[in-house]
């Protein structure tokens, strides 16, 4: 009875990793599609309108959870803001470094550090405000967003 128990386990395991496996290749197809239809905003100004748009003309959501997600993307825009000055600054330093004749490797990389540092920060800063968004709207799935930032952390060499 325990091994078929353990072999009917087994096959489950191995059913959901593949059911799993290709409604995640499914989506990322998808996503590939969307992101190749999709129009660069012309700046972060832009797509800040768009999203304010977005939130006031919402005809599903109530007028508590506008307030609140327009006071939170005023909060996010304003760290995103920040995070990007500091990179902004961290490059503009980094290739000033490289280019000059008496080159600090250990200047270099501490610089290298830090923007890796702002930008991880950044990232943090993204999904925070994802995560908000969905408590917000009543829509919590913790695992999806851990997920999601496991795959950004191991794309960018953070475990």
Not at 6 to 19: H, K, Q, R
Not at 98 to 119: C, M, Q, W
Request: charge should be negative.
């Amino acid at each position: 009875m325990n091994t078929i128990t353990f072999w009917l386990g087994s096959f489950a395991l191995v059913l959901v990793t593949l059911v799993s496996s290709c409604s995640h290749e499914e989506i990322n197809h998808a996503l590939q599609v969307k992101l190749a239809q999709e129009e660069v905003p012309a700046d972060a100004q832009a797509l800040t309108s768009e999203m304010r748009e977005r939130i006031q003309n919402s005809k599903t959501m109530t007028v508590d959870q506008k307030q609140q997600l327009l006071s939170l993307q005023a909060e996010t825009s304003s760290k995103l803001v920040s995070a990007r000055s500091e990179s902004l600054k961290l490059r503009s330093l980094l290739i000033k470094d490289l280019t000059r004749n008496n080159y600090n490797e250990a200047e270099v990389d501490l610089i290298k550090s830090k923007l890796k540092t702002v930008e991880d920060e950044r990232l943090a800063t993204i999904f925070s405000a994802v995560d908000r968004v969905n408590q917000i709207l009543g829509r919590e799935s913790q695992e999806r967003e851990q997920y999601a930032r496991d795959l950004v952390f191991q794309e960018h060499g953070r475990n």
